[in-house]
């Protein structure tokens, strides 16, 4: 009998063989990509206060999840015994869409977790991916209405769907903060569309939700607190991206009151971080894309004095809750759409109060703080311009010196590796400001797997800790250094006139 006219214990079968392969599959290629990160020296260390592992950490364990959910599919496409290749057969452009919009991303992942990519790359290969699809018929023509009709996108729809597909893309990576977070949103998204794929008879997407959830769960086993592999943007961009395609595909088979409303509910989390995200970074002028420790899951631990642990924990119930809601969604009446809608809202005012968000006293220091950032884009565009010119260590270290005034710290330290067996080279300034103890922003510089050593500023001004926007520069112009060095290293090593004996640092 064909897969479309089977009985729903085979195929509910055949989704259980799916899972279970993707499973094991996920579970060894975890082993095998932990084991070959540590043997590789690919791990992600610890350059940075936002940071919350103690000690480096291989990364690339997006890559188990990948094949863990490509492997049994195509497996079960190749054997065709369950039926498989005719249900693949039946809708090509969802397959192709899936598996090669997939693999665009997961190698823009592997090839940022590797090499590191800048958001102009992964905007240009996100962007072009979400147009593919669009084209191939992933298109979002419909947003819900409980009160009415639905609303008819028309010309809409194209910055609409490519907004929807790149945004979940980067909603999931911005929750890979703290170990297992990411994995579990993921699962529990995963298991939302599993459910109304098979609700609704969709074969095909019920499959493919099942084979990820598999591979996510495999990878998990290794990923929650404490863990000892992430799934780094190789993961949670493909995570990201799944998600969104057939978030799509579900709710357009859904009925028109609840067209986008169930899968933005089900996503509620990651899609409310974001948002927070931006608005807090435009109103602080901060980069976009820059790091913080104020997503939710950071407040959760700060403010609520959650552990770190216990802080997933928190998220994952309240991505439960919004999950029930999205299948309550999918179907309630108008009057119950509004009165979910309702308990959604007040869940949402309750957390965003709870965590401090949008406080009268957070405004005002916001406002210092954008004032203070403007000035310190400038500082941090014209070190980067000198970072771009130098051929010697010396030279480098004569563009970075004016960092140290003008940040007021009381010392700045370079340190650079010597090429083979050469002697590290060690530039510091050191200055009065001030009698505390100091605290230090200590970040490395590195290109990809090309480590050459680190760049340290040091505060006596009486702070507690390191203000994140003046960490923030320290990044950027640590990565410009990096980027730069790693070109000239390819042709000969940065010498210096200036190398300063200091001794060895505690």
């Given amino acids: 009998m064909s897969a479309g ?37 690919l791990l992600d260390r610890v350059g940075s206060s936002r ?29 065709d015994s369950s039926g498989v290749g005719y249900v693949f057969r039946s809708d090509p452009a969802v397959v192709q869409g899936i598996f090669l919009g997939g693999l665009a991303i997961a190698l823009l992942g592997l090839y940022d977790d590797l090499r590191g990519a800048g958001a102009r790359l992964k905007f240009a290969v996100q962007f072009s991916v979400a147009l593919a699809l669009y084209g191939a018929g992933f298109q979002v023509e419909l947003l819900a209405n409980p009160f ?36 579990g949103v993921a699962f529990i998204g995963v298991g939302t569309n599993f459910v109304l794929a098979v609700a609704r008879g969709d074969v095909l997407l019920a499959l493919f939700m099942a084979a990820l959830a598999g591979a996510v769960l495999g990878f998990l086993v290794f990923n929650f607190n404490p863990a000892s592999i992430f799934m780094g943007d190789t993961g949670s961009m493909f995570l990201g991206l799944v998600l969104a395609v057939v978030s799509i595909k579900t709710s357009s ?18 899609i409310m ?22 997503h939710i899951h950071h407040r959760l631990m700060s403010r609520v004095a959650l552990s770190h642990r216990n802080a997933v924990l928190v998220l994952y119930g309240i991505c439960v809750l919004f999950a029930l809601t999205a299948l309550g969604l999918a179907y309630a ?25 949008f406080s009268p ?27 771009g010119r130098f051929s010697t260590a010396a030279e480098a270290w004569g563009a970075l010196e004016p960092l140290a005034g003008a940040l007021e710290m009381s010392r700045l330290r370079l340190e650079l590796a010597g090429e083979g067996s050469g002697e590290r080279q060690v530039f510091e300034r050191q200055r009065e400001a001030g009698a505390s103890l100091p605290v230090r922003a200590r970040v490395d510089v590195r290109a990809g797997p090309s480590d050459f050593g680190f760049l340290e500023g040091a505060w006596a001004d009486g702070r507690a800790e390191v203000n994140r926007d003046e960490e923030l520069a320290l ?32």
């Fill in 148 to 183: 009415g009709e639905p609303f008819a996108l028309g010309v809409l729809a194209l910055p609409f769907t490519l907004l929807w597909v790149v945004g979940l893309i980067n909603a999931i990576n911005l929750m890979d903060g703290l170990d297992g977070l990411a994995g």
């Fill in 273 to 294: 971080d974001t948002l927070l995200a931006v608005i807090r970074r435009s109103v602080m002028g901060r980069p976009l894309f820059s790091a913080d420790r104020d």
């Fill in 333 to 357: 009446n108008s009057a119950q759409t509004a009165l979910l809608l309702v308990a959604v809202a007040i869940v949402v005012t309750v957390l965003v109060r709870k965590l401090g968000y």
């Fill in 361 to 387: 006293a957070e405004g005002a220091a916001n406002q210092a703080t954008r004032r203070r950032n403007t000035q310190l884009r400038k500082v941090v565009r014209d070190v980067t311009e000198g970072l």
């Fill in 253 to 270: 088979k859904a009925g028109t009151a609840v067209a986008m409303l169930v899968p933005i509910i089900a996503m509620g989390v990651p």
């Fill in 5 to 41: 006219g089977r009985p729903s214990h085979a195929r509910m079968i055949t989704y259980f063989v799916a899972f279970v392969l993707s499973l094991v599959v996920s579970t060894a290629a975890t082993l095998v990509v932990r084991n070959r990160a540590h043997a590789w020296n």
């Fill in 475 to 506: 990044e950027l112009l640590a990565d410009a250094l990096a980027q730069r060095l790693a070109s000239l290293r390819a042709g000969r090593t940065p010498s210096s006139d200036r190398v300063v004996s200091l001794r060895k640092q505690g």
């Fill in 51 to 79: 940071k919350v592992h103690t000690h480096a950490v291989p990364r690339l364990g997006g890559i188990a999840i990948v094949a863990g959910f490509f492997a049994p599919l195509l497996g079960l496409l190749w054997a």
